[in-house]
């Protein structure tokens, strides 16, 4: 998936380091952070050393996670919500060209912004051809990615395409990544804050499926997705939280790793999350669900509802409280970055059971 990148920007390398030699202040740390973007996309592939029994998997995951433990509870109120009850359907798509998504994408950022944020989005998407990669099929990496060179104010979008509406929510997912490099940056939201890093781009993902909703050929299909996103992130966060509460257990026992105490540990675990029978084979398939990698997701998910059920009501006060928030200190410690947030009235949790209302209407009144 890397090869659009390494061919956009093989010669941009060669004119950072030429650039770096008389480069001082400011300039000098852009240049300095875009080279390691570039030289961060070369070597994408390269394998990490993965830990092979669960003694490692338990250590290497727990040390992971303990950097976060101030911010574990924000992720409570998805996993002790219930899913929404609903079975899977299949809606025809329109079949898009690749500039009808982006035209389409264009006139939600359009109608959904205002001025000041629809000019620092619009350039990507008037310039698609250019930033935005949607022709050519990639066999590893993520479905979809964004990326921002410091130096160049530049953000370059690739998306895997799937053929039908979850293209327009999927880059409009990356726009949001875009608009967030474009407003405030540092390399902070990939590590200190990193479980914040999904809120802006998940918020236009969300408020996406509200706009195309709107229009007739893509109604159903995007309060199904809607509803569907929620249960993948009530599942995901339950996943997260049945970690948690194995690794506080495994912390009163020294992190033993006999069979007697993991068999007391799981005994204990189950009856906290209401699962008969738990045991080590459930603990082993938690620890395969990517629960590091899904974390800011899960973070960011319900920060993001936050700020969409704002929107619904209120779409000045939203767009305010996006700027508040895109504009937070990213060089902050995470306690601190957290606090600022909870001072803009974002409470996770506190308007999740009014969303949830509100995606279970089409079930309780059924569309025709």
Sequence with gaps: MANWYLKKFENRLAE???LR??????SLIKIQETIDTLLGLMFLDSEEQIPCNLQ???DYEFESL??????????????????????????????LKDDEIVGLVYDFCKDSLD???FKKVRGILKKSKEYVNMRRLFLTGPRADAIYLQYYDQVYIRLKRRGDY???????????????????????????????????SLFFELLSAEYFSSLSEFKKQMIQKRIMTFNDFQEKSSYFWEEIEFFWEWQKWNKRMDTQALDEICKIVGDKCGIEDYSVIDIEFILSQE???NFPYCVSYVIAIELLEVYRKDKD???????????????????????????LGLIPGERLPEYKEYLMRPIKQPIR
């Design 166 to 200: 979850r293209d327009l929510t999927s880059l409009s997912h990356e726009i949001g990544h875009g608009l967030q490099f474009k407003t405030n940056y540092s390399e902070n939201l990939f590590s200190t804050i990193v479980p914040f890093s999904e809120v802006v």
């Design 115 to 117: 001025r000041e944020l």
């Design 66 to 95: 303990s950097f976060f433990s101030s911010i574990w509870h924000v992720v409570e109120p998805m996993a002790t919500e219930e899913v929404i009850p609903h079975v899977a359907k299949y809606y025809y798509s329109p079949k």
């Design 16 to 18: 950072l380091y030429a």
């Design 317 to 343: 006060l939203a767009l305010y409280l996006l700027k508040k928030f895109m504009s937070l200190d990213l060089n902050l410690s995470i306690e601190d970055y957290y606090s600022k947030m909870l001072d």
């Design 291 to 293: 629960i590091m990698q």
């Design 21 to 26: 030699e008389n480069a001082t202040g400011e």
């Design 56 to 58: 490692q998997i338990l």
